[in-house]
């Protein structure tokens, strides 16, 4: 019987590129095809969007890389960059450094949203500000839970299957594909430019891309997947705790204004605590295995 794995593995670029975009849409399709059969389709209630979003993720970001990768390699766990166990010292700066982080995220953000168009195209920007502001009210309902399982609910689905998701598929499988010793930085950005363009939201495209690019950093430094992984989650389940306690009668802060207004040197602290953990990072994977 002929083995199917590694059969790819001589493919060009553009072949990878292609069976990466028509696998993620097939499986799409079918998630899409699976929530209307199983889940009632229906767009205003909200376990039938949870069920829609798990759907979705599942079939465009997890499936396809899985798949491909055992058609691209030979080893197609170590294709993915998913066969080393981070070390304790690791998974410690990338928890910390998602934290830290919030601030700057939170001001880039504030300056990405000062961004306007040119007048020709304020019918475009209208309608990018109307379809953010229905993201974003989707969003708060999906967050207010008022129960332990509805938290625990939220972080898997909206923290863990998203950052295992999407990192596969855009560092683990796309960021791979275009990837090669002299065009590392290349990748990384461009990886990070579609990583953020996909998610068409525009007032939140600058830190989205420089997360993004963090990411890719990471898994190219440590060869490591489950460090951007962690990353991503972390950055999730951070706010999604914070709705959940300000949701249920907790006296928090704001966490999506700190590093702005009044707190707008927190913001600069922030960035520059994080560039320094950065450089430290990368110190340190070049000298042992972190």
Same mark, same amino acid.
């Given at each position: 019987?002929?083995?199917?794995? *590694?059969?790819?593995? @001589?493919?060009?670029?553009?072949?990878?590129l292609?069976?990466?975009?028509?696998?993620?849409?097939?499986?799409?399709?079918?998630?899409?095809?699976?929530?209307?059969?199983?889940?009632?389709?229906?767009?205003?209630?909200?376990?039938?969007?949870?069920?829609?979003q798990?759907?979705?993720?599942?079939?465009?970001?997890?499936?396809?890389? $899985?798949?491909?990768?055992?058609?691209?390699?030979?080893?197609?766990?170590? !294709?993915?960059?998913? +066969?080393?166990?981070?070390?304790?010292?690791?998974?410690f700066?990338?928890?910390?450094?998602?934290?830290?982080?919030?601030?700057?995220?939170?001001?880039? *953000?504030?300056?990405?949203? @000062?961004?306007?168009?040119?007048?020709?195209?304020?019918?475009?920007?209208?309608?990018?500000?109307?379809s953010?502001?229905?993201?974003?009210?989707?969003?708060?309902?999906?967050? +207010?839970?008022?129960s332990?399982?509805?938290?625990f609910?939220?972080?898997?689905?909206?923290?863990?299957?998203p950052?295992?998701?999407?990192?596969?598929?855009?560092r683990?499988?796309? @960021?791979?594909?275009?990837?090669?010793?002299?065009h590392?930085?290349?990748?990384?950005?461009?990886?990070?430019?579609?990583?953020?363009?996909?998610h068409? @939201?525009?007032y939140?495209?600058?830190?989205?891309?420089?997360?993004?690019?963090?990411?890719?950093?990471?898994?190219?430094?440590?060869?490591?997947?489950w460090?951007?992984?962690?990353?991503?989650f972390?950055?999730?389940?951070?706010?999604?705790?914070? !709705?959940?306690?300000?949701?249920?009668?907790?006296?928090?802060? +704001?966490? +999506?204004?700190?590093?702005?207004?009044?707190t $707008?040197?927190?913001? !600069?602290?922030?960035?520059?605590?994080?560039?320094?953990?950065?450089?430290?990072?990368?110190?340190?994977c070049?000298?042992t295995?972190?």
């Amino acid at each position: 019987m002929v083995s199917l794995r *590694g059969m790819y593995k @001589q493919n060009g670029v553009f072949s990878n590129l292609l069976l990466l975009l028509g696998t993620a849409v097939f499986f799409a399709v079918m998630a899409i095809a699976v929530w209307k059969v199983f889940f009632g389709a229906n767009p205003t209630e909200i376990n039938s969007v949870r069920w829609l979003q798990f759907a979705q993720a599942v079939g465009i970001f997890i499936v396809p890389p $899985l798949v491909l990768a055992y058609l691209w390699s030979d080893k197609p766990v170590g !294709y993915l960059c998913l +066969d080393k166990r981070p070390g304790l010292g690791s998974v410690f700066f990338v928890v910390l450094s998602m934290v830290l982080v919030i601030p700057f995220v939170n001001l880039l *953000g504030e300056w990405n949203q @000062q961004l306007r168009l040119p007048s020709a195209f304020a019918a475009i920007e209208a309608q990018m500000k109307a379809s953010e502001a229905e993201i974003a009210l989707l969003t708060m309902k999906l967050l +207010d839970v008022h129960s332990l399982e509805g938290l625990f609910g939220n972080v898997f689905l909206m923290a863990f299957i998203p950052a295992f998701g999407e990192e596969l598929f855009f560092r683990g499988a796309l @960021q791979r594909i275009l990837e090669n010793k002299k065009h590392a930085i290349f990748a990384i950005w461009l990886t990070a430019f579609i990583f953020s363009a996909i998610h068409f @939201q525009f007032y939140g495209f600058i830190p989205r891309l420089l997360m993004g690019a963090f990411f890719g950093y990471l898994l190219v430094w440590s060869g490591n997947l489950w460090l951007p992984v962690l990353a991503h989650f972390t950055n999730n389940a951070v706010a999604i705790v914070f !709705y959940y306690l300000k949701n249920n009668g907790f006296h928090v802060f +704001d966490i +999506d204004t700190l590093g702005t207004g009044n707190t $707008l040197w927190i913001g !600069y602290v922030s960035g520059l605590l994080t560039l320094i953990m950065i450089f430290l990072f990368r110190a340190k994977c070049r000298t042992t295995d972190f």
